[in-house]
């Protein structure tokens, strides 16, 4: 280590940083979520975001259900609407939530604005 300097140390550790930085920002967090692979879960009226997706992220309810979302992440979702304006909710975080009354039928996709891995759909239909 002798004849090295102190140079040597300074550009080791703005390499490190640059790395961790890189790093940071490439990785998306949690796996997301898609309401093409799942299930619809009929009747379930309480949506979890945690671990950067929504849980379940495929619902069927019928009209006049009043849909509440949930944050357990430690940063802030939103609720929006992927085409049209029925989902617009403000930036949400840890343990507030956003609610929305759904009375026409239809499907609604939703996304989150911050976290672009995170998808929805609520399924409203006629009572029978």
């Given at each position: 280590?002798?004849?090295?300097?102190?140079?040597?140390?300074?550009?080791?550790?703005?390499?490190?940083?640059?790395?961790?930085?890189?790093?940071?920002?490439?990785?998306?967090?949690?796996?997301?979520?898609?309401?093409?692979?799942?299930?619809?879960?009929?009747?379930?009226?309480?949506?979890r975001?945690?671990?950067?997706?929504?849980?379940?992220?495929?619902?069927?309810?019928?009209?006049?259900?009043?849909?509440?979302?949930?944050?357990?992440?430690?940063?802030?979702?939103?609720?929006?609407?992927?085409?049209?304006?029925?989902?617009?909710?403000?930036?949400?975080?840890?343990?507030?939530?956003?609610?929305?009354?759904?009375?026409?039928p239809?499907?609604?996709?939703?996304?989150?604005?911050?976290?672009?891995?995170?998808?929805?759909?609520?399924?409203?239909?006629?009572?029978?």
């Open positions: 280590m002798r004849g090295l300097g102190k140079g040597w140390l300074v550009s080791l550790v703005a390499m490190v940083g640059a790395l961790l930085l890189f790093g940071a920002a490439c990785y998306t967090h949690g796996a997301g979520s898609d309401p093409s692979k799942e299930t619809p879960a009929f009747g379930v009226t309480e949506v975001l945690e671990d950067f997706g929504d849980a379940p992220a495929n619902i069927v309810i019928d009209a006049g259900t009043t849909v509440i979302w949930t944050n357990y992440d430690g940063v802030g979702h939103t609720v929006t609407s992927d085409e049209g304006e029925e989902l617009e909710s403000e930036q949400f975080s840890k343990t507030e939530t956003f609610r929305h009354t759904f009375d026409t239809g499907e609604y996709y939703y996304h989150c604005k911050p976290h672009s891995n995170m998808h929805g759909l609520v399924t409203v239909r006629l009572l029978p």
